[in-house]
């Protein structure tokens, strides 16, 4: 079968195809072929061997995944031959409370990722796929729909009177608008690019900032709100842009803090920025929440709720598994909108 590895990352991305013997599920394992998997911000990191040591590596990359189950091993109950599925990579949060202790066993993190054909899999992560939903659909949910799901609906619990800020036009974000728009709330979405913002009205945002045009955003959001701010933003970049979304908050306004600042081109993570203009928390009785993921309870209720009110993820291009290469340099020219998928035959 056929498996992309990350490679000798020195010199920068080393992406490379190999053949790698068929695996054969153990008890409680499931062998699962792959048919979509998709591309994160975080993969990129991965890839492109930034914020650890540069060096060979033979790990398969990517965490998004649909498929179907090719085999089960002794012993599997949830899931047969031929069920179209799809799994969380932070595989060990079922339901209840994240642990920091499950990023230990964490798919295309600490173990091989999803860019193959096959892959083993235990049983207990693995959700049925609605039947109306393609692999390519359901291939950019794990990361970034579960992720603004999380932040929008379980940790922000958003009710319909509330503002939803949400940074960017990314996968995190756009899915952010998306499960914001579901609940009736009112959102107001940046990005760089006026283009972009187009397409974003007309997937139901209310209001647009461009960031680049208004860097002070924080200060548009509040003139759209008659002073006022919003009640949820979605911090989708890092802590750079920490302040301004605090500056952005109502009284009693959340931070649902998302995005990692990018790595620099040095490798090294930056430093984030003075602290010393934040609003004062206390007053204005604000909240800022990390956000991880979600769990399978979290992502079988999104997977309801996106058959019961026919929602799509916003897809910007599908590559072939062949081309894989192209589809991580079309993420790094910084021109894609919502997800890019690479379909697996
Ligand atoms: N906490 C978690 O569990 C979790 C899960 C998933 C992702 N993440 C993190 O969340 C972040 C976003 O992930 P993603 O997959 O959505 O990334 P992505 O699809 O690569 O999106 C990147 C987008 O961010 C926007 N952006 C960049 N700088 C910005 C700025 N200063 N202000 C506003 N927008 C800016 C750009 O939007 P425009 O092109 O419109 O300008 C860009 O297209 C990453 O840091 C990722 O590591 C965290």
């Known amino acids: ?33 792959i048919r979509a998997t998709g591309l994160n911000a975080r993969d990129m990191t991965l890839l492109l061997g930034l914020g650890r040591e540069p060096g060979p590596e033979t790990r398969v990359p990517l965490m998004d995944n649909a498929g179907e189950v090719a085999g089960v091993g002794p012993g599997v109950t949830r899931v047969k031959v031929g069920d179209r599925v799809a799994m969380t990579h932070y595989w060990q949060w079922l339901d209840g409370a994240w642990d920091v202790k499950m990023r230990e066993q964490d798919f295309a993190g600490t173990r091989d990722g999803f860019l193959a054909e096959y892959l083993i899999v235990p049983e207990a992560p693995l959700v049925h796929l609605p039947d109306e939903m393609s692999f390519e659909s359901a291939s950019t949910l794990q990361s970034a729909g579960l992720t603004a799901w999380n932040a929008v609906i379980e940790s922000g619990r958003a009710r319909p009177s509330d503002v939803i800020v949400t940074l960017g036009t990314g996968g995190v974000s ?33 209001n647009t900032i461009n960031y680049r045009a208004t860097p002070r955003w924080s200060d548009a959001v509040l003139a759209l ?7 949820i933003v979605l911090n989708t970049v890092g802590m750079g842009e920490m302040e301004q979304c605090l500056l952005a908050c109502a009284s009693g306004g959340r931070v649902m803090y998302i995005g990692a600042n990018p790595v620099a081109p040095d490798r090294k993570m930056p430093t984030p920025t003075a602290l010393a203009n934040f609003p004062n928390l206390i007053i204005k009785d604000l909240t800022i929440k990390g956000v991880t993921v979600g769990s399978r309870r979290m992502f079988e209720d999104m997977l309801k709720a996106m058959a019961v009110n026919k929602i799509e993820p916003v897809i910007d291009r599908v590559f072939d598994f062949a081309d894989a290469q192209a589809a991580v340099a079309y993420m790094q020219s910084g021109e894609k909108l919502g997800k890019v998928v690479i379909r697996i035959d």
Not at 5 to 14: F, M, S
């Open 1 to 33: 079968m056929k498996a992309y590895e990350i490679g000798d990352t020195r010199n920068g991305l080393a992406l490379r195809m190999v053949e790698r013997p068929m695996p054969v599920p153990g008890p409680g394992e499931v062998l699962y072929r």
């Open 174 to 206: 756009v899915f952010g608008l998306q499960w914001a728009k579901l609940i009736g709330a009112r959102v107001i979405i940046t990005s760089s690019s006026d283009a972009k913002l187009e397409r974003m009205t007309a997937l139901g945002a209310d």
């Open 225 to 231: 709100t008659g002073g006022r701010g919003a009640d």
